[in-house]
C-alpha cells in the first residue's frame, strides 16, 4: 500500500496540494465499507437463530482466512524498495506529500551516494530537480535512472519540460501526447494538453495548437484553464478581440486562476499593453507566488514593462534558489537581463554565459543572452519603467 501510495504522491507533487488530492482521488482504489449497523445487526441475529455452531465456526475460519491474505497482501504492497530503509522511505513518502523539495533533494543527494541507480530515488529527484527548473539535473536522473512503475510517467513528465526549454517543443509535445494515452485520466489530460499547446506555440505550430486547446476544451467545458488556452492561442493568430472574447468566457466559468492569470499576463505582454500585464502582478500574492509560472509570467511582464528593479525583488525573495544558484531558464533570462539594465554587468554576463552553455539550441534564450551583452556593452541602462524585451 505505502508502495502504490509513493507512486502517486510522487505524481501529485507536480500540481500542488489540492492536485495531489485529486489525483489521490482519482488512482484510489474504492474503499471497503462495512456495512450499516442495521444490516450487521440482522446478520447477528440470523446467525444465532438459525446457525449451527459448526457452521459459525467454519465461517469464522474462513473469514480469518481472507483476512489473513488482505494483510499479507498489504504487508507485500507496503515493503520498501530494494535499497532503502523503511524509515528512509517512509521519509521521502512524507517529504513528496508536503512538497518539501529542499529537504528531498538533499536526502537523496546523501542516499543516491549509496545506492547510484535507485530509480525510487531518482523519481523523487526527478519531481525536485523540476521544481526548481534544474533541467541539466532532470536530464542525469533520466538517463540514469532503471525502468521502474513510480518513475516512468515522471521521468517523462519532467524530460518534456527539458526538451521543451532546451529548443525541441516539437519533441516535447510528441512525448507528452504519448502520455495523454497512456496515462489517460481528465486531470492528467488536461494539464498534459495545457503544455501540448504551449509546445505546439514554442514550435510555430498554431493550428496544431488550437487544436490541442479545443480538446481540452471538449474534455471539460467548464475549466476557465481550457478556454485561457484557446484565448492564448486566439491571440497568437492575431485574433485579439476573440482572444478576450475567451477569457471573459473563462472568467464566467470561474473566478480567476492561475492558469488564468498567466494566459492573460502572456496576451497583454504579447500583443498589447505590457503595463496592463504588469499590473496583475503589482500585489503581492504570497500563494502564488510559490508556483513557477507565475514567478516566471511576474518576471516577464515586469521586465516588458521596465520595472526591471521590481524583477530584482523578486530576485532576492531566493524562493527559487537552490544551492545559492537560480536554475530555470526563464528566471535565469529575465533576471540577468534586469540586472543588465540595472548596471550589475559582472552577474550579468555570468547569467548569459549560464545560458549560452546550458541551452544553445533554444532560441529565445540566446536571444536573452545577446540582449544581456548588448546592453551590458553599451553601458546605458533606459530609466526605470521605460519598455524593455523579455
Known sequence: MINW???????????????????????????????????????????????????????KAGKAGKVGKARRRTSQNAAPQPGMLPAEFAELNRMLGRQEYRALLARTRSNLAADPLNPHLHAARTVGCRHYGDL???????????????????????????????????????LRRAMVVDHAKPLREERLLGKIVLDLEQAGDLEGAWDAAWEAVALDPDSPNAWALVARIEAASGSIESAESYLWTA?????????????????????????????????????????LSYAIARNQSLLAAGLYGEVLDIFH?????????????????TVGQALALDGQSEQALAYAMRLE????????????????????????APAQGQRSTP
Open 136 to 174: 541539466p539535473c532532470v536530464d542525469q536522473s533520466y538517463e540514469e535512472s532503471l525502468p521502474s512503475p513510480s518513475l516512468d510517467f515522471l521521468r517523462e513528465l519532467a524530460r518534456a519540460d527539458a526538451l521543451h526549454h532546451q529548443g525541441h517543443p516539437r519533441q516535447a509535445a510528441d
Open 5 to 59: 501510495m509513493f507512486a502517486l504522491l510522487l505524481l501529485g507533487t507536480l500540481h500542488g496540494p489540492s492536485e495531489t488530492t485529486a489525483a489521490l482521488a482519482a488512482d484510489a482504489p474504492p474503499k471497503s465499507a462495512r456495512p450499516p449497523k442495521k444490516a450487521r445487526g440482522k446478520r447477528r441475529l440470523r446467525r444465532k437463530s438459525g446457525t449451527s455452531g459448526k457452521a459459525a465456526k467454519a465461517g
Open 357 to 380: 552553455d546550458t541551452y544553445p539550441d533554444n532560441p529565445r534564450v540566446q536571444a536573452s543572452v545577446r540582449t544581456i551583452r548588448q546592453t551590458v556593452t553599451a553601458g546605458t
Open 251 to 291: 472568467d464566467r466559468v470561474r473566478s480567476s486562476t492561475l492558469s488564468m492569470t498567466v494566459a492573460t499576463a502572456d496576451i497583454h505582454r504579447k500583443y498589447g499593453d505590457p503595463f496592463v500585464a504588469s499590473t496583475l502582478f503589482l500585489q503581492p500574492n504570497p500563494r502564488r507566488q510559490k508556483q
Open 317 to 333: 525573495v531566493r524562493i527559487w534558489f537552490l544551492g545559492d544558484e537560480l536554475w530555470h531558464p526563464d528566471l535565469l533570462r
